[in-house]
């Protein structure tokens, strides 16, 4: 939804945006616990500079409500398709 945003706000419009999720839990001392979360996304934008979509994925990443609720290492790698 970040991404969606972000893109939209740029005024990028994609046509697919596809994310997989890498979960890494833990048993810490609380109990298990997610320490780090991967995101693996492409993205299909015709016509989209390489500049303007790195521009809206890193504010997506850096402006994510569910990052912001995680205790843990978020981390992304980014894939324009166009």
Known sequence: MAMSGQLGGAGLVAESINTTATVTMEKTDAGFTITEV?????????????????????????????????NAKITMDAKLES
């Not at 979509?53 to 995680?70: D, H, M, Q, V, W």
């Open 38 to 70: 991967h995101l693996d996304v492409t993205v299909r934008i015709p016509g989209a500079s390489q500049e303007a979509f790195e521009t809206a994925a890193n504010n997506a990443k850096a402006g994510c409500p569910i990052s912001r609720l995680l």
